[in-house]
Nanobody, 120 residues
Framework: QLQLVESGGGLVQPGGSLRLSCAASGFSLRYYAIGWFRQAPGKEREEVSCISWTGSSTKYIDSVKGRFTISRDNAKNTVYLQMNSLKPEDTAIYSC?????????????WGQGTQVTVSS
């Protein structure tokens, strides 16, 4: 059974860091792009970042560029999102998603998400 499980969320002060993990089971994610999404209360879900199957192509929304870094370890069947210089507006539920293919485009499966709260 295909499954994506996020971990690493929590409460952090502004300016702090967190590393989120997206562990895949039931399939090998090495052949697929993986995206990270977030949804804050009262807001629509937005795609934060994506990494292609080889890791050679990544993309980020403008608000996180220079602060977040997406990476993958295909041997561990895991994708990471390193989040630095966190801001209160980064507070959201973060979920990872499996791409329909090898490039960052559509997605066909999501994990349950992990809560990230940035507050002093």
């Amino acid at each position: 059974q295909l499954q994506l499980v996020e971990s690493g969320g929590g409460l952090v002060q502004p300016g702090g860091s967190l590393r989120l993990s997206c562990a895949a089971s039931g399939f090998s994610l090495r052949y697929y792009a993986i995206g990270w999404f977030r949804q804050a209360p009262g807001k629509e879900r937005e795609e934060v970042s994506c990494i292609s199957w080889t890791g050679s192509s990544t993309k980020y929304i403008d608000s996180v560029k220079g602060r977040f870094t997406i990476s993958r370890d295909n041997a561990k069947n895991t994708v990471y999102l390193q989040m630095n210089s966190l801001k209160p507006e980064d507070t959201a539920i973060y979920s990872c998603a499996k791409g329909e293919g090898s490039a960052c485009s559509g997605y066909d499966a999501w994990g349950q998400g992990t809560q990230v709260t940035v507050s002093s």
